[in-house]
């Protein structure tokens, strides 16, 4: 039996060839498939190196806090521990740790010749370009004008031999200030602990007047308090230590 065939339909092609349009509409269904794979590929990667930096954080954030819960831990007879004032608004201090040999023990020695440890919050110099933290990253907070680090120093960081040479088992080798340091106004060599903060606040616990007092003479205080605030995050982190 034999179809009959419709003189208005035309004969089928099997390679029939594209329209303008339809390689328009292609081309522009690839644009956005390709841009939506580069935006997942781009967040993945921007988010990886977010937590990344935030882990780093945290776990400098806990070397410090363990590391000073050490160095406070049953004080020697001769320790001293003392607030130093630097500035008001904001608040800058020195906590200035002395007679505690391996409280933030650094280097080949197992402690220090001259203990007399400073902790401080260090504004970063012009030349310096520290590492964006994870709170400019995820874009909570903007860059800052001013800086902080917060560092700490130490006598032995420079050591020297009677004519002034510096000596090899020196962790900082150079009075010029070699590998990334410098001596600030009064000689004293840093080494960054944190390498971005707003700023940290010290106090001391007075037992006779019962409060909690942030300058203070060289002395034995039966309670350190730490509140660090990091860039970024709403609440400080706030750590009280022992001394006894």
Do not use: C
């Amino acid at each position: 039996m034999f179809t009959a065939l419709d003189p208005t339909r035309s004969p089928a092609r099997s390679g029939r060839g594209f329209t303008l349009i339809e390689v328009v509409v292609g081309l522009a269904i690839l644009s956005l498939m390709s841009g939506a794979i580069y935006a997942i590929v781009a967040g993945a990667v921007s988010s990886t190196l977010t937590l990344e930096l935030t882990q780093a954080e945290d776990r400098r954030v806990e070397a410090f806090l363990h590391r000073t819960r050490e160095a406070l831990a049953d004080l020697p007879a001769t320790a001293t521990l003392q607030l130093k004032l630097l500035e008001n608004d904001p608040l800058r201090q020195e906590f200035v740790i002395s007679n505690v040999p391996a409280a933030f023990i650094w280097g080949p020695h197992p402690q220090w010749e001259k203990p007399i440890i400073t902790v401080a919050p260090r504004r970063w110099e012009d030349d310096q370009k520290p590492p964006l933290s994870s709170a400019v990253l995820r874009g909570q907070v903007e860059v800052p004008s001013v800086r902080f680090a917060l560092s700490f120093s130490v006598p032995d960081f420079f050591r020297t031999t009677p004519e002034g040479e510096p000596l090899p088992d020196s962790p900082v080798k150079s009075p010029q200030g070699n590998e990334g340091l410098r001596p600030d106004a009064r000689g004293r060599f840093w080494m960054d602990v944190l390498p971005e903060i707003d700023r940290v606040e010290w106090r001391f616990y007075d037992p006779q007047r019962k409060i909690w007092i942030d300058q203070a003479p060289p002395g034995q205080p039966p309670l350190v308090e730490l509140k660090l605030f990091l860039p970024g995050r709403t609440t400080p982190i706030r750590e009280v230590f022992s001394t006894r």
